[in-house]
Nanobody, 126 residues
Framework: EVQLVESGGGLVQAGGSLRLSCAASGFTFDDYAIGWFRQAPGKEREGVSSIRRSDGKPYYADSVKGRFTISSDNVKNTVYLQMNNLQPEDTAVYYC???????????????????WGQGTQVTVSS
């Protein structure tokens, strides 16, 4: 059974940092793209960043480039999202997702992911 468990969300002031973790189990970690999505109240879900070990480089949405960094620990089967210089517009529920066939760059084309975690709340105060 595929499981994705997010952690690391919380409340932070603008300009602060958080690191989200996504612990994956039930599938071969190296064979999947792992992505972070977010959804703010009243807004559509947005692809934030994704990584796949076989790809050349990770994907970042324009809104987070230069501030967020995605990384993976293939021993722990965990993907991290380091978020720096957080702004109030980053406030959202952040979801980890996995897909067997997507490339990392496919997130930019809105490719849907098959498996989802339960989400973790990130709130940035001004």
């Amino acid at each position: 059974e595929v499981q994705l468990v997010e952690s690391g969300g919380g409340l932070v002031q603008a300009g602060g940092s958080l690191r989200l973790s996504c612990a994956a189990s039930g599938f071969t970690f190296d064979d999947y793209a792992i992505g972070w999505f977010r959804q703010a109240p009243g807004k559509e879900r947005e692809g934030v960043s994704s990584i796949r070990r076989s790809d050349g480089k990770p994907y970042y949405a324009d809104s987070v480039k230069g501030r967020f960094t995605i990384s993976s620990d293939n021993v722990k089967n965990t993907v991290y999202l380091q978020m720096n210089n957080l702004q109030p517009e980053d406030t959202a529920v952040y979801y980890c997702a996995a897909d067997r066939w997507a490339t990392a760059q496919a997130m930019g084309r809105g490719i849907p992911y098959d498996y989802w975690g339960q989400g973790t709340q990130v709130t940035v105060s001004s």
